[in-house]
């Protein structure tokens, strides 16, 4: 039964992939759609980052994660290399965390 959930699920995966390539010449949106889409997926990814980032269950995560979090949206902003931004973000959450911030 569960390969037959995960054979169902990628070829719906791959089905509603395959669709936006074949349907993209015979939709037409306006402008403005056209123009908000970008947008849009800038806005929930940011949205589902913000999320991870403050809350745990149904709470708020602490303050260590979020300072885990700003200081490596600081460091990638500042182009420090991939390795230094999650390392630098890990380790000042885990500092915190060792000093008893929740």
Known sequence: MLIA???????GTYAFRVSGVLLRDR???PTWA????PVAAAALLAALAATAALTEGTGFAGWA???GVLVGVVLAWRRAPFVLVVVAAAGTTALLRLLGVP
């Open 5 to 11: 959930v995960i054979v169902a699920l990628a070829v």
């Open 34 to 37: 056209r123009q908000l889409l």
């Open 65 to 67: 994660r979020p300072t």
């Open 27 to 29: 939709l037409d949106l």
